[in-house]
C-alpha cells in the first residue's frame, strides 16, 4: 500500500489493500471531501465505470463518450453514458427489458461478478450467464476464480454490492487468470 491515498475514514474499511490498490490506479475514486463512503452501495453506472477503468485504464475510459444514447434512461449527458456504451457494446453489460439501464439503482454481487467475468474475456451465453440459472452459473465461476477471495463471511450474490466490495472484487479480478 505504499503510495495509497488516505481517506478521511479510512479506520472504517474493512479491505484496506484492495481499496488502497484500487484506488491509486484510479479504478475507484473517493469523495471530494476526502471520505471514501466504504459502505455506499455501487450504483450500475459507478460500476461500468470501474469495469471500464480495469480494462482500459482510468486515462483511456475518462475519455469515453456516447454519441447516442445507449439505453432510453441514459442520455449522452449522462456522467455514465460513455462508459455504459462502452461495457454495453463489448457485451460486458445489458440492460432491462423495457430498453432501461437503471444506472443510479443498485446492483447484486451477482451482477457485479457477471460485469467482472465479462471484463476478464468470458462470454456470458456461452458460459450460461443468460437465462434462469445465470446467477448460479456467475456465482460459481467466479468463487471458483477467486473472485471472492478475503471476502469476511459468505458471499451473497442477492445482496446489493457496496463500495469497499467492489473493491476487493475488482483487485481480485487483477490477481486473476
Request: with cysteine; hydrophobic share 40%.
Amino acid at each position: 500500500s505504499a503510495g495509497a491515498k488516505d481517506f478521511s475514514d479510512d479506520d472504517s474499511i474493512t479491505y484496506q489493500e484492495a481499496v488502497d490498490v484500487i484506488s491509486e490506479i484510479g479504478v475507484v475514486d473517493g469523495y471530494t471531501g476526502g471520505d471514501f463512503k466504504p459502505t455506499d452501495v455501487l450504483t450500475r453506472g459507478a460500476a461500468a465505470k470501474i469495469i471500464c477503468n480495469l480494462i482500459l485504464g482510468p486515462t483511456t475510459a475518462s475519455a469515453l463518450s456516447a454519441s447516442s444514447a445507449p439505453f432510453k434512461d441514459v442520455p449522452v449527458s449522462n456522467t455514465f453514458a460513455g462508459y455504459i456504451t462502452y461495457c454495453a457494446q463489448e457485451k460486458i453489460i445489458n440492460g432491462y427489458s423495457d430498453g432501461t439501464f437503471r444506472p443510479t439503482a443498485t446492483l447484486s454481487g451477482n451482477a457485479f461478478m457477471k460485469m467482472l467475468l465479462g471484463a476478464l474475456g468470458y462470454d456470458a451465453t456461452y458460459e450460461g450467464y443468460t437465462g434462469g440459472n445465470w446467477s448460479i452459473n456467475v456465482a460459481k465461476q467466479a468463487i471458483s476464480i477467486g473472485l471472492n477471495d478475503g471476502l469476511k463471511g459468505e458471499f451473497n450474490g442477492v445482496k446489493a454490492v457496496n463500495r469497499e466490495e467492489a473493491c476487493l472484487y475488482a483487485f481480485n479480478t487483477l490477481n486473476a487468470t
